[in-house]
Structure formats: structure tokens, C-alpha cells
């Protein structure tokens, strides 16, 4: 075979969770397509985007998924969580309800796939200084009382945007290899 077909060998599913209006979708267009949206919609359906990721010389397919608003109604469905083998736990560092909410989102995780899945926690939204509400020290705690990777976001002006996701899937690569 190729190099080209040995790349296929790695397709990870890679979930974002959390309140809405957190910055998901913006996390994944950031990502995905260099893109941010400042009055961004839910959209209708579940959707997924899949992006090539380098890791150690070794491209892997990130297939991340992003919920259409259901969240908003705490009915986010087993299928988009099964198969899963990495998420983002997305909360905003303006909104400390959305902060507070995360244990809930890690139990449904926890629930609905696998107890290993990579977990990292994102605080997203660095840029909003003056309306910060989350202190890093306390997003830090709580990463390493559940045992989640940690990192501040910011989608607006892309700062670790693409380190979140790097890590997560790095992670997993480190697990199968
Ligand atoms: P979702 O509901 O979690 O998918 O959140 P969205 O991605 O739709 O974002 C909700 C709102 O927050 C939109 O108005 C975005 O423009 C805004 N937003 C998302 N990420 C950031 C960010 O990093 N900084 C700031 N200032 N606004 C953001
Ligand atoms: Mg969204």
C-alpha cells in the first residue's frame, strides 16, 4: 500500500459538549476553516466536519461533531455520543453558570460512551478579559479532580484553537500506538 492509504487507518470521533452558546460551533470553524461567525445560529441537524491532523508524522482524520442546539434542551441523543473516542468539554470563562454546568455535561458523556474517552476541557472565550467570571486556576482544579486535559480558547482571535484539538487527538493517537 501507499502512504496515502495508511492515513486512512486512523478515523478518531471527536465530540463537542456543552451549554449553548459556549462557542462549539465557532471552536469547529475555527478549526476546520478559519472561520468565525460573531451572531452565530444553531443549525438544524447533527453535523460532523472532518479534518486531516498531523500527529508524530502520521496523518489521522478527526471527524468532529457538533450538536445543532439540542443542547439547549439537555437532549443531546446516545448516537452522537457513541463511537466516540475523544471530546471537548466546552465551557464559557464569561459565564460561570455555563462553568458550573460541566459536571452534568460529564456525567451525560460518561453515561452515553466509553469511561477512556479522551476528555480535554476548554475555557473558551480568553478574549472576553474584562467580563471574565471562570479564574484559570479554578478551570485548572476542576481538570484535575475529573482527570480531563485543560486549556483557554479563544475562537474570536484563535488563540489555542487548534492546540485543544491537537491534544485531544495526540492523546488518543499516544493510547493506540
Ligand atoms: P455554541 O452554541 O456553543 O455552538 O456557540 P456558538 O459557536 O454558536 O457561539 C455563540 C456566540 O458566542 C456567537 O455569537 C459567537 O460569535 C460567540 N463566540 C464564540 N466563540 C467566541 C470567542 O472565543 N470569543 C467571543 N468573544 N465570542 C465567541
Ligand atoms: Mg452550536
Redesign the pocket.
Known sequence: YTEEDRTEDYLFKIV?I?????????????FARDE???????TIGVEFQTQKIKISGKEIKAQIW??A?Q?RFRAVTSAYYRGAVGALM?Y?I?RHETFENIGRWLNELRTHSDMNVVTILVG?????KDAREVTTGEGKELAEAEGLFFIE?????SSNVSAAFQTVVGEIYNILS
Open positions: 463537542l456543552g451549554d449553548s452558546a459556549v462557542g462549539k460551533s465557532n471552536l469547529l470553524s475555527r468565525f461567525y460573531p451572531n452565530s445560529k444553531s457538533d450538536t442546539g443542547e466546552v464559557d464569561s473558551n472565550k480568553s478574549d472576553l480558547t479563544s475562537a474570536l482571535d
